[in-house]
């Protein structure tokens, strides 16, 4: 590696989707909105890059297709894809869009982050590891790791 | 029709609760979680509707998350093991205001968070284990003092959970690396003497019965295992090496709970078993009687789909009154039920 600490030095840049086009009906509050897979996609999509001033979106880590809601089983999976196969910011990605779903969803919602299948080369590891709530909870102990993670995490709660 | 009901719902924690336990006695309720406290519980003998309230907070022990805690034999001393690395000795002190508890001893040594302790039945040893993937065994003193009898690095990944043999000084552990191991004093010496390999990821918890010749195992693979002990020389024709004794896995029950399960408690009195599970369900299980003891199947009695709000981390059966179950869960609350068979 030539460059110091980047891995990827110069990552592809994907199109952003425009916003999201509120109907008139979830502006009905009496109608409940499911959640879908727009929702935690619009909640994830602006998570930064640990590495690069980029977004989960611009850097097609998260994509709505890789994204299963079921409201009704208080079920979110999302599947991500790190930029390159021995990415070793996989796992703090991974835990940056848990935390976000964990603080921005109700806490009925069962998540799961996994890696896409066959996108890294210690997927069963990382998968492993982001399904651990016992070492999330303690990860999440230690002010550095936090301090990067909230890092990470700060433009998608804005 | 089998039915679990539930006693009452003690909110208090300020966080996750983690671990919940009982004193031998059956009389305190403990628990402990993310707010760093431990909390210890009795029967409001004022309330004639059976309410537990907390009588005592043991706060300004740990710095993190407090996993586990245990009470000794004895039932005159707590230990606490933390994220922060440590282990705590709780002594009960009787003054004029009261019990109160002290902490007067802190245990050091293990690298990273300690998951979880317990005491031995004979009140000689306490054992911890750690993401440091170690398992101390620590010899209880006559003054109070703890001495590291071993450190035991057989487990390749953090091990979860240790567990005592209800009568006689063997310890298990069940670990992320799927497996569970056995641990025996040999000349002076902590060897491991079994490793149990069946389930297919992390192993979060384990419960011996009452004899000591079976063991409950659940896991993240939604599974949970029942294994038995084989004794060298048996008339089954279950091969042992080393003149020490073979623990088979007899049982699988798989397709009922569709998340992890995170704990398992064996009812030493009625033989039930319990499974706290990450669905938010408890599940209530016995060994059906009828069926083969080499090959026995488990028959389903209870289920309570939402016992809790959020996940279930821990249950754990009344040692003295029949059939009473403690909970704790994400959801920041304990829950006491009474099984009705």
Known sequence: ?158 | MARLDEVCKLPGHQGIVWNVGWNHEGTILISCGEDKTVRLWARNINSENNLWVCHSILSDGHQRTIRSVSFSPCNKLIASASFDGTCCIWEKKTSTEGNQYECTATLEGHENEVKCVAWSASGSFLATCSRDKSVWIWEVGEDGDFECAAVLSAHTQDVKKVVWHPHQDILASASYDNTVKLFCEEDDDWVCFGTLKSHDSTVWSLAFDSSGKNLATCSDDRTIKIWKEYLPGNQFGIATSDNTPTWKCVCTLSAVHPRAVYDISWCHQTGLIATASGDDAIRIFRIDPESDPHAPTLEQLVTVPRAHEQDVNSVAWNPVITGLLASCSDDMHLKVWQYKG
């Open chain 1, 1 to 158: 590696m030539t460059t110091k600490g980047i891995e990827n030095v110069n990552p592809q840049r994907f199109v952003k989707k425009t916003k999201r086009e509120v109907t008139t009906q979830e502006e009905d509050e009496s109608v409940k909105d499911p959640i879908d897979e727009r929702e935690i996609f619009d909640l994830l999509r602006d998570i930064s890059d640990p590495e690069h001033p980029m977004s989960l979106e611009e850097l097609n880590v998260v994509q709505i297709t890789n994204i299963e809601v079921d409201d009704h089983q208080n079920s979110v999976k999302v599947f991500y894809t790190p930029t390159i196969p021995h990415c070793s910011m996989a796992t703090l990605i991974g835990l940056s869009i848990k935390v976000c779903l964990l603080r921005s969803l109700p806490p009925r919602f069962k998540v799961e982050v996994n890696i896409s299948p066959g996108s890294h080369a210690s997927e069963e590891a990382v998968n492993k590891q982001l399904a651990d709530k016992e070492r999330v909870s303690a990860a999440l102990e230690n002010s550095n790791l936090l301090e990067v993670v909230n890092q990470c995490i700060v433009k998608s709660l804005e």
